[in-house]
């Protein structure tokens, strides 16, 4: 059984920095793609970044120049680090991977973790 678990959010203030961490666990053989994905109240949720098993990444253009993720393949960890935050950044991260166990391939879920960027 794979669980992911998240941390690191919190309250700031504009223009502040944040880092968020998800680390899975479990009976884990690989992992593909990771990424971060944000749901703000009342909208859907929405793609933040991704960063594929070979290290390309990409962006939501709203977070390009100030969100930066990365992974750590050795620890099944991707993080994601925020600058200059926005009170537009406020929302619900999860994180997801990609996670191959024996005999099973999927994407996983974090928890969510509430990010809120006061003005």
């Known amino acids: 059984q794979v669980q992911l678990v998240e941390s690191g959010g919190g309250l700031v203030q504009a223009g502040e920095n944040l880092r968020l961490s998800c680390t899975a666990s479990?009976?884990?053989?690989?992992?593909?793609?990771m990424g971060w994905y944000r749901q703000a109240p009342g909208k859907q949720r929405e793609l933040v970044g991704l960063i594929l098993g070979g290290g390309g990444t990409n962006y939501q253009d709203s977070v390009k120049g100030r969100f930066t993720i990365s992974r750590d393949n050795a620890k099944n960890t991707v993080y994601l680090q925020m600058n200059s935050l926005k009170p537009e950044d406020t929302a619900v991260y999860y994180c997801n991977m990609y996670i191959v166990t024996i005999g099973e391939r999927s994407d996983y879920w974090g928890q969510g973790l509430q990010v809120t960027v006061s003005s």
């Open positions: 479990g009976s884990i053989v690989g992992t593909g793609t």
